[in-house]
C-alpha cells in the first residue's frame, strides 16, 4: 500500500500490519491490546492474517490461539487467560469479539477496573485484540452517524486508554479502484481503468465482494495479461444475479425449495470453508439491512433508493429495482428484523466451530423462507397460566 495516498481504512490497517511485522521481527514495539474498530469485514481479515502470520504458527494454532465471545465468556475469564502463561506455546494471541457487551445494561465499573489493572501490568507474551465491529465508521468520519460517534468515543475513553485504536473505515470507491488495479498488478495482470470502475461501481465498492469477483477474474483472465471491462461484464455482473439477489428473492417470496437449490448453487461455486460461510452471511445480513432501510424509508423506485442508502451502503445498480420489489414482500419491520436476528445467531454458530457449516447455511434459509410463527395472543397466555 505504500506510495498512495489511501483512505483513512486502509491507511490504518497498513499502519497496524507494519507495526505488527516490525514487532515480529523485533525492530519495534508491540501493544499490549489492540481495539479493531469497525464493521468493515475485508480490512478485518487483514488485520487479522497479519496477526496470526506473525504470532500463531500453524503446528502451535490450538495452543496459542484464543477466540472470546463476551456474550457467553466474562471479561475476567478473557484477562484470567491472558495473565496465564501457556505451557505449550511461548506466545498467545486473544481475539475478544462482542465488545459492545462492555457498554451494555449498566456501568460496568469492576469490568473497566479490571481492564485497567492488567494493562497497568500486562502480560509481554500475550496480544489481546478487541474486535468492535458493533460500530460503523464510514469512509468519511465527517458522515458517522450520532450513534456510532458517541459509541466510537466511549471505546476511545476506556479501552483505548489502554489499547491501540485501528479505525476499520469502510473503502470509499477510489481506494477500491487502487486497490482492485493493484492486486491485478501483483499477479502480472493489468486491470483495465473501466473494467475496474464497473466492478467497482457493480458491487457497490463492497470491498468483500469486489475481492472475491477479482480473484474470480485473475483465474479468467489467466494466459492474456488483462482483465477488460467485457470481462467484467461476462463474469461478475451476471453471477451477482443469479446468486445472491436470486437467493434473497426466493426467501422473501417464502420459496424454500429455490431458495435451498440456489444456495446450494452458491456454495458450490465459492470456497465452502468457514471464511466462505461468513462472507454469505455477512453479504445476507447486508442485504436485509438494505431492505429494512427501503421499507422504512417507503422507497418505491430507484431513483429514491440511492438518497435513501448511503455510500457504501448501496447494492449494485442492477439489482436497485430487485430489492425495492423484494423489500416490499414483507409487511413490517419486525418480518425483517426477525430475518436479521436468523442471521446473527447463524453468525455465533458458525464462530463457534460446529462440525457441519452447510447444514447451518441451509437450516437458516429454511428458516428465513418459513413464514414466521404466530405469537399466542395475550389472553390465551394467561389463561394457559392461569390452568397450570
Known sequence: MSGARWGAGFAATARFVAEIEAAQAGTGKLRAGYVLAGDEIFLLDRCRAAVLKAFVPADLRDFCLSEFDLTS?????????????????????IFVRNVRQLYTRGAKKDEFAALARYFHSPNPQALLLFVADFLRIPSDARRMEL??????????????????????????????????????QQADTRLEPDAARELVDAL?????????????????????????????????????????????DAISARDRVRALALLQGLLNSSDAGEEGAIGHLYMLAKTFRQMLVILEKNVRDSRAIWQALWQGF????????????????????????????????????????????RLVLERLVYELASEPK??????ASAQL???S
Not at 460517534?149 to 471505546?155: I, P
Not at 404466530?374 to 389472553?379: D, F, K, N, R, T
Request: glycine residues 4%; charged residues 30%; contains cysteine.
Open 73 to 93: 465468556t466474562s471479561i475476567f475469564e478473557v484477562l484470567d487467560r491472558a495473565q496465564t502463561p501457556s505451557l505449550m506455546a511461548p506466545f498467545q494471541v
Open 147 to 184: 450513534d456510532d460517534k458517541n459509541r466510537y468515543e466511549r471505546l476511545t475513553e476506556t479501552l483505548g486508554e489502554h489499547c491501540g485504536m485501528v479505525e476499520l473505515a469502510r473503502a470509499n470507491e477510489e481506494d477500491a479502484m487502487r486497490w482492485a488495479v493493484a492486486t491485478a
Open 204 to 248: 457497490g465498492a463492497d470491498m468483500m465482494l469486489v475481492a472475491s469477483e477479482l480473484e474470480k477474474l485473475l483465474l479468467y483472465a489467466t494466459g492474456r495479461g488483462k482483465i477488460t471491462l467485457g470481462d467484467v461484464e461476462t463474469m461478475v455482473l451476471s453471477a451477482k444475479q443469479r446468486t445472491l439477489y436470486e437467493l434473497t
Open 314 to 357: 448501496r447494492m449494485p445498480p442492477f439489482a436497485a429495482d430487485d430489492l425495492i420489489r423484494q423489500a416490499r414482500r414483507y409487511k413490517s419491520r419486525r418480518e425483517l428484523t426477525r430475518a436479521l436476528r436468523l442471521v446473527a445467531r447463524a453468525d455465533l454458530e458458525l464462530r463457534s466451530s460446529p462440525p457441519d457449516k
Open 374 to 379: 404466530a405469537s399466542a395472543p395475550a389472553w
Open 385 to 387: 397460566s392461569f390452568e
